[in-house]
């Protein structure tokens, strides 16, 4: 329990040093956003409507740096995150109405990638010197190609010449979302080239990486004494697989780190909706309070998947709660 604690010290201190770079860095961003604004709006403004917008979009900007960390702090105890400037509508709000595809995009993405990768790395290290061992050419190469690269040929090979799956977009644009069957399998239809392309390009690293682990695993006392006991092989493989995954659960949360920069790529390649979109907006409209409501979100994810491994790595491996015990 100390190590969780310990870990949790520290993810509170990484949690406000991130929240004031999150802070710090719109602010040292060229250009003035109000101004931006304001050269948007057609015809005559007048002063008093020039106030009104700095009252509502400024945050304060016109004061001191030290006074708007203290407001930002506390509107974030708040739950607040300001107002988008680009879109007049509440971050939070802005937010929630699009971070539900980038979950479902990534999640799916990764909970398969890692599934899929760690049930083949230890097929193949348990049988490892067999046939499957010409597989892994073709996994190293996958391996080293980009999401958004293998998205774009694999639009351009099944999308566009083949017409496998749609183009572009979450769904068929002139349906109603609504819990229907219609709906539902639009929404799996578009999914699955932006789902491929990210799961092809991950599964390489969990399934050798877990190959691996596998191998070096499996010439363990603990696994050669258990084959000499006669145990079932099933079992056996079982064994020598929990301990051979510690390592695959400890990069689980350095992997959506990469699954959510990668996804923002993707979602652009397949014009799916979703955080990636609002951050080039954002960042295209100098869109301060967007900015850093969506730097965040992102952050607090990793963090928090972070931790869940920690959580996991605690459960799974005794050793952790022998030591905490001592």
Same mark, same amino acid.
Request: hydrophobic share 50%; proline share 5%.
């Given at each position: 329990?100390?190590? !969780?604690?310990?870990?949790?010290?520290?993810?509170?201190?990484?949690?406000?040093? *991130?929240?004031?770079?999150?802070?710090?860095?719109?602010?040292?961003?060229?250009?003035?956003?109000?101004?931006? !604004?304001?050269? /948007? !709006?057609?015809?005559? #403004?007048?002063?008093?409507?020039?106030?009104?917008? /700095?009252?509502?979009?400024?945050?304060?900007? &016109?004061?001191?740096?030290?006074?708007?960390?203290?407001?930002?702090?506390?509107?974030?105890?708040?739950?607040?995150?300001?107002?988008?400037?680009?879109?007049?509508?509440?971050?939070?709000?802005?937010?929630?109405?699009?971070?539900?595809?980038?979950?479902?995009?990534?999640?799916?993405?990764?909970?398969?990638?890692? #599934?899929?990768?760690?049930?083949?790395?230890? #097929?193949?290290?348990? *049988? $490892?010197?067999?046939?499957? &061992?010409?597989?892994?050419?073709?996994?190293?190469?996958?391996?080293?190609?980009?999401?958004?690269?293998?998205?774009?040929?694999?639009?351009?090979?099944?999308?566009?010449?083949?017409?496998?799956?749609?183009?572009?977009?979450?769904?068929?644009?002139?349906?109603?979302?609504?819990?229907?069957?219609?709906?539902?399998?639009?929404? +799996?239809?578009?999914?699955?080239?932006?789902?491929?392309?990210?799961?092809?390009?991950?599964?390489?690293?969990?399934?050798?990486?877990?190959?691996?682990?596998?191998?070096?695993?499996?010439?363990?006392?603990?696994?050669?004494?258990?084959?000499?006991?006669?145990?079932?092989?099933?079992?056996?493989?079982?064994?020598?697989?929990?301990? @051979?995954?510690?390592?695959?659960?400890?990069?689980? @949360?350095?992997?959506?780190?990469?699954?959510?920069?990668?996804?923002?790529?993707?979602?652009?390649?397949?014009?799916?909706?979703?955080?990636?979109?609002?951050?080039?907006? @954002?960042?295209?409209?100098?869109?301060?309070?967007?900015?850093?409501?969506?730097?965040?979100?992102? *952050?607090?994810?990793?963090?928090? @998947?972070? +931790?869940?491994?920690?959580?996991?790595?605690?459960?799974?491996?005794? $050793?952790?709660?022998?030591?905490?015990?001592?």
């Amino acid at each position: 329990m100390r190590m !969780l604690l310990r870990r949790l010290g520290v993810y509170a201190f990484t949690a406000w040093v *991130t929240i004031t770079v999150n802070f710090i860095l719109p602010h040292l961003m060229p250009g003035d956003p109000i101004q931006q !604004l304001i050269a /948007k !709006l057609t015809g005559r #403004v007048t002063p008093e409507e020039i106030r009104a917008i /700095k009252e509502q979009f400024g945050a304060g900007l &016109d004061q001191p740096l030290y006074l708007q960390y203290l407001h930002y702090w506390g509107h974030l105890l708040q739950g607040q995150l300001g107002t988008s400037i680009s879109l007049s509508a509440p971050v939070a709000q802005v937010l929630g109405s699009q971070i539900w595809w980038t979950i479902g995009l990534i999640g799916i993405a990764a909970v398969l990638s890692f #599934v899929i990768g760690t049930f083949l790395g230890v #097929v193949f290290g348990w *049988t $490892r010197g067999s046939r499957f &061992d010409s597989v892994i050419p073709l996994a190293t190469f996958l391996q080293s190609v980009p999401y958004y690269f293998l998205g774009t040929i694999l639009i351009m090979a099944f999308a566009v010449h083949f017409h496998f799956f749609p183009l572009q977009n979450a769904y068929d644009q002139y349906l109603s979302p609504g819990f229907n069957t219609t709906y539902i399998w639009s929404l +799996f239809r578009h999914s699955q080239l932006p789902i491929l392309s990210i799961v092809l390009s991950s599964l390489a690293g969990w399934m050798l990486g877990m190959r691996n682990m596998m191998i070096t695993t499996v010439a363990e006392d603990f696994v050669l004494m258990a084959v000499a006991k006669g145990l079932p092989r099933r079992r056996v493989i079982f064994h020598a697989a929990r301990n @051979a995954i510690l390592p695959s659960v400890a990069n689980f @949360a350095l992997a959506i780190g990469l699954l959510v920069s990668g996804s923002l790529l993707v979602e652009q390649i397949f014009n799916y909706p979703g955080v990636g979109n609002l951050l080039v907006q @954002a960042v295209g409209n100098e869109d301060y309070p967007l900015l850093q409501g969506i730097f965040l979100l992102i *952050t607090f994810t990793v963090l928090g @998947a972070n +931790f869940l491994a920690d959580l996991l790595y605690y459960l799974l491996d005794p $050793r952790t709660r022998t030591a905490t015990a001592h």
